[in-house]
């Protein structure tokens, strides 16, 4: 079956970096884009970023544009999301999720078939 694991959680003080990983497998990965939502405490959940099937495009949500970098390796059937300068408000629980294109649309996250199960990310100021 299909599964999303993501990794590389953790807590940092604001203005540090991390580098979350989602890798997936029971799917040909190639064939779909992938999106990293976020859900802050108590909030909904809500759109990051998102990267076509080849890599060769992507969005981002405003807040985290110059940011955060989203990125993929389809040889490894991972994507990457790089978070620098973070800020206490980017506290959430992000996800991966996996989306057939032509699908909606890549922030929304209805449009995404499959998700993993999220990590922690914690931002102290």
């Known amino acids: 079956q299909v599964q999303l694991v993501e990794s590389g959680g953790g807590s940092v003080q604001a203005g540090g970096s991390l580098r979350l990983s989602c890798a997936a497998s029971?799917?040909?990965?190639?064939?779909?884009?992938m999106g990293w939502f976020r859900q802050p405490p108590g909030k909904e959940r809500e759109f990051v970023a998102a990267?076509?099937?080849?890599?060769?495009?992507?969005n981002y949500e405003d807040s985290v544009k110059g940011r955060f970098t989203i990125s993929r390796d389809n040889a490894r059937n991972t994507v990457y999301l790089q978070m620098n300068s973070l800020k206490p408000e980017n506290t959430a629980v992000y996800s991966c999720g996996a989306r057939r294109p032509g699908e909606g649309t890549s922030s929304h996250s209805p449009a995404y078939r499959y998700w993993g199960q999220g990590t922690q990310v914690t931002v102290s100021s």
């Open positions: 990267i076509s099937r080849s890599g060769g495009h992507s």
């Open positions: 029971g799917l040909t990965f190639s064939n779909y884009d």
